[in-house]
C-alpha cells in the first residue's frame, strides 16, 4: 500500500501540478522512445506497402507479356462464319485454308421398347423409391459405357441405393456418366443420348448392363443392337475436306496446328479462311506492362528520394491534444517523411531491375533480343529516373512482324539471367527483393519476433515498459518529499501555534 499523498495543506503549494511539471522533464526521454517506436511502424508499415506494389506488378508481369497468349491473339476472317468458326488457341504463327463440310458429327441415341413399368406392372411414379419401384437394395450397379471425347469409350459405374428415388437415378446418370437420360411420362419411354458425337469403328457407342436395365428398362444392351432393331442411331463423324485433303472428325470442334474449328453445318461451296495477328491487343498488353513498371519505379524512386525532415518528430498524445487536427496532418505529413530514403535494398532493386531490361538475351531463336529494337527505351529526361518510353509505331511494326520474337523476347526461360527473357529477370529480381523487405519489416500475419523491425519494437516496448516503472518510483519519491514537507510545515506550525498559546496567556 503506497503511502498518503499530502498535497499543500501546510504550505498552500499547488503539489500535484508541481510534481506534474516536474515529471514532465522525467518523461521527456520516455516521449522520445514512443517517437521512435512510431517512427519505426510507419517504416514497417512503408516497406509492406512498397511489397504490395512489387507483388502486385509480379503478378501484373505473369498475366501480361509472360504468357504465350498474350502474343498468339489474331483477328480471323471467314467466308461463310454461319458454316465454320475459327478461333486460335496457342498458334504464334499466322494460318490460313479452305473447308468442305460433307456432314457433322453426331450423337448415337437408344430408346427404349415400349413403355417402363414397375415390379407390379404399373406405370411408373418417378417419386417412389428404387425399391418401391424395382425392388433394388443398396449396393447394385449399373454400367454405363459411352464414347468419350477422345472417341475411345470410357466405362462408368453408377452405385444404386434403396431409398433413391426414379427422379434422383435419372439426375445421377446424367451427372456422373457419358450419356444424356430422359424419361417422358407422357409416352412412358426412355431415351439416352451420347454426350459425345462420334462413330466408334466395329463398336458401339453406348453400352448398358445391369438387373435394372435389363429387367426393367427396356433397353437394348448397345447403341449397335439399337440400331438394328430400329430403336436408335449409331454416332457419325464429321466428314470434312481441309486444304484438298478428306478426313474424318468425331467431334464438330477440333484443333489443327494450333488453332481451333468448330462445324456448324454442311457446305456445297468451300469456305476460306485467314488469320492475321491482332495487333492492338498485343499492343495493349505490352503498354500495360510499361505503364506498370513506370508506376512502380516512380513510386519507388519517390520513397528513396524522399526528404527526411529532422525537426519533425512523431507527435506525442499530449502534443497532439494541444493542436488542430489539420495542423497535425501538416506536421505528420514531414514526420513521415523520408522513413525508406536512400534504403539499400530498394537502391539495389532499382539498379538490378534497370539491368534485367537492357542486358541482351543470349542463346535466343530470333535476332530480337533488346527492348529498344521492338521500339521500347529509357526516357531521356533525366527527371523521369528511368521511366520507359515507347515508340508505338515501331512497336506495333515489331508485333506484325514476328509476335512470337516478342514473347520469347519478355518469357524465354533459362539457366542464367543472361539467357532468361526480361520478363523472367524482373520477376526473380523481385521475388528477391520482396523476401529482403520481408526479412525487414515483415507482413500483415507475420509475429514481431520473425523480421528485424518487429524485434526493435519489442525491444523498445520492453524499453518503455521498465522506464515506465522508473517513473512511477519517481513520482512516488517526489510524492513522499513533498508529503514530508507538507508535515514538517504542519508540525512547526502547530508548535508555532502552541508557543504563541502560551506567551499570550
Known amino acids: 500500500m503506497s503511502d498518503m499523498r499530502i498535497g499543500g495543506l501546510a504550505t498552500g503549494m499547488d503539489t500535484d501540478q508541481i510534481v506534474k511539471d516536474l515529471m514532465k522533464a522525467e518523461k521527456l526521454p520516455l516521449d522520445k522512445m514512443e517517437q521512435k517506436k512510431t517512427y519505426m511502424e510507419w517504416q514497417r508499415d512503408d516497406y509492406r506497402e512498397i511489397n504490395k506494389e512489387l507483388f502486385d506488378f509480379s503478378n501484373s508481369i505473369f498475366d501480361g507479356v509472360m504468357k504465350q497468349s498474350t502474343f498468339t491473339q489474331k483477328t480471323v476472317n471467314i467466308s461463310n462464319p454461319d458454316a465454320v468458326s475459327v478461333r486460335n488457341i496457342n498458334s504464334t504463327s499466322d494460318f490460313s485454308g479452305t473447308l468442305n463440310v460433307e456432314s457433322l458429327a453426331t450423337a448415337a441415341r437408344m430408346i427404349s421398347d415400349g413403355e417402363l413399368k414397375d415390379k407390379n406392372g404399373d406405370d411408373l411414379d418417378t417419386n417412389k423409391t428404387l425399391s418401391e419401384l424395382f425392388g433394388t437394395a443398396d449396393g447394385e450397379e449399373m454400367i454405363i459405357s459411352a464414347i468419350g471425347a477422345d472417341g475411345q469409350m470410357k466405362e462408368h459405374k453408377v452405385e444404386l441405393e434403396a431409398d433413391m428415388t426414379f427422379n434422383s437415378l435419372v439426375s445421377k446418370i446424367n451427372r456422373e456418366t457419358g450419356v444424356s437420360v430422359f424419361y417422358d411420362s407422357h409416352s412412358k419411354q426412355m431415351s439416352l443420348t451420347a454426350k459425345n458425337t462420334g462413330n466408334i469403328e466395329g463398336g458401339a457407342e453406348i453400352s448398358l448392363s445391369g438387373s435394372l436395365v435389363a429387367d426393367y428398362f427396356n433397353m437394348d444392351a448397345d447403341s449397335d443392337a439399337a440400331v438394328t432393331a430400329s430403336r436408335g442411331s449409331a454416332g457419325t463423324n464429321a466428314v470434312f475436306e481441309y486444304n484438298g485433303l478428306s478426313t474424318e472428325r468425331t467431334s464438330n470442334t477440333f484443333t489443327i496446328n494450333g488453332f481451333e474449328l468448330t462445324l456448324k453445318d454442311a457446305t456445297t461451296s468451300p469456305v476460306t479462311f485467314s488469320s492475321a495477328t491482332d495487333t492492338d491487343k498485343v499492343l495493349e498488353k505490352i503498354v500495360k506492362f510499361v505503364d506498370d513498371y513506370n508506376k512502380l519505379i516512380e ?123 526480361i520478363a523472367r529477370r524482373l520477376r526473380d529480381t523481385i521475388g528477391n527483393t520482396m523476401d529482403s523487405i520481408e526479412q525487414k519489416a515483415g507482413k500483415l500475419t507475420s509475429t514481431n519476433s520473425t523480421f528485424t523491425l518487429g524485434r526493435n519494437l519489442d525491444s523498445i516496448d520492453n524499453q518503455m515498459t521498465r522506464f515506465q516503472d522508473r517513473l512511477g518510483q519517481i513520482e512516488d519519491r517526489y510524492w513522499r518529499q513533498f508529503t514530508a514537507m507538507e508535515k514538517a510545515i504542519q508540525q512547526a506550525n502547530s508548535q508555532s501555534s502552541y508557543l504563541m498559546q502560551q506567551f499570550s496567556m
Open 299 to 421: 513510386k519507388v524512386n519517390g520513397e528513396l528520394g524522399d526528404k527526411k525532415f529532422r525537426d519533425f518528430q512523431p507527435l506525442t498524445a499530449e502534443q497532439k491534444e494541444a493542436m488542430e487536427e489539420k495542423e497535425i496532418e501538416l506536421w505528420e505529413e514531414k514526420a513521415r517523411s523520408g522513413t525508406l530514403r536512400n534504403d539499400s535494398v530498394l537502391s539495389s532493386a532499382m539498379n538490378k531491375m534497370r539491368t534485367d531490361l537492357y542486358t541482351p538475351i543470349s542463346g535466343g531463336t530470333s535476332e530480337t533480343n533488346q527492348l529498344a529494337q521492338i521500339g521500347i527505351k529509357t526516357s531521356s529526361n533525366y527527371l523521369d529516373r528511368g521511366k520507359l518510353i515507347i515508340d508505338e509505331n515501331k512497336l506495333k511494326e515489331a508485333i506484325s512482324k514476328d509476335p512470337n520474337a516478342i514473347y520469347e523476347l519478355f518469357s524465354k526461360n533459362g539457366e542464367t539471367d543472361g539467357e532468361k527473357g
